[in-house]
């Protein structure tokens, strides 16, 4: 069975920076994109940002653009989400997500097949 | 206006059917794009239903039954997902996506009751 299991998330004040991690197994992690999906408390769903197999690729929903930053260590199985300058309105549990790629490949087009449990951010004065 | 708009709540009765609509802001063309269906339980983590684009485009997520299905409707420019059957399990909180102007969007989500 896929794993991806988030981690770091936690307590931090406005202004402030956190890095989460998603340590993944059973699956070739270099052969998908990957991506970071919150969902803010009693929300939807919101994408935030994606990264291709080779890191060529990146993409950030408008809001956390210049403040996070998305990367992958392929050789570590591992992806991870810097977000620097933390505002109370990225209060979210933070989905670590199988996928999001901006094309076709293979049969898989972009959906979020697997996803982690999330791991929950908050930021509060 | 969103650029994907889907209702806030659905009702049905077990053994009904239950169609969840996701609406593209009118400037987009559904016929365009795939619509990407997800599932969430309470307190679970989303689960990964099906992509529909057309008849000849389409995927069912891993191990998800026959009786999710998906289309289109090109009057209303919606994305639509039929579940038939309806169990005591399929309430739940359904999100539609579409790869948009190189960002994922979600809609709002519809929450399902079974009743």
């Known amino acids: 069975d896929v794993q991806l299991v988030e981690s770091g998330g936690g307590f931090v004040h406005p202004g402030g920076s956190l890095r989460l991690s998603c340590e993944t197994s059973?699956?070739?992690?270099?052969?998908?994109?990957m991506s970071w999906v919150r969902q803010a408390p009693g929300k939807g769903l919101e994408w935030v940002a994606n990264?291709?197999?080779?890191?060529?690729?990146?993409y950030y929903v408008d809001s956390v653009e210049g403040r996070f930053t998305i990367s992958r260590d392929n050789a570590k199985n591992s992806l991870y989400l810097q977000m620097n300058s933390l505002r109370v309105e990225d209060t979210a549990v933070y989905f670590c997500?199988?996928?999001?790629?901006?094309?076709?490949?293979?049969?898989?087009?972009?959906?979020?097949?697997?996803w982690g449990q999330g791991t929950l951010v908050t930021v509060s004065s | 206006q969103p650029v994907l708009t889907q209702p806030t709540s659905l009702s049905a009765s077990p053994g009904a059917s239950a169609r969840f609509t996701c609406t593209l802001r009118?400037?987009?063309?559904?016929?365009?794009?795939?619509i990407y269906w997800y599932q969430q339980r309470p307190g679970s983590r989303p689960r990964y239903l099906l992509r529909?684009?057309?008849?000849?485009?389409?995927?069912?997520g891993f191990g998800v039954p026959s009786r999710f299905s998906g289309s289109k409707d090109g009057t209303t420019n919606a994305g639509l997902l039929l579940i038939s059957g309806l169990q005591s399990e399929d309430e739940a909180d359904y999100y539609c996506?579409?790869?948009?102007?190189?960002?994922?969007?979600f809609g709002g989500g519809t929450k399902l009751t079974v009743l």
């Open positions: 990264i291709g197999k080779d890191r060529s690729e990146k």
């Open positions: 529909y684009k057309s008849d000849s485009d389409k995927q069912q």
């Open positions: 009118s400037d987009i063309n559904v016929y365009s794009y795939r």
């Open positions: 059973d699956f070739t992690f270099s052969a998908y994109w």
């Open positions: 996506a579409i790869w948009y102007s190189n960002t994922w969007v």
């Open positions: 997500a199988r996928g999001g790629a901006s094309y076709c490949s293979n049969g898989v087009c972009g959906e979020f097949d697997s």
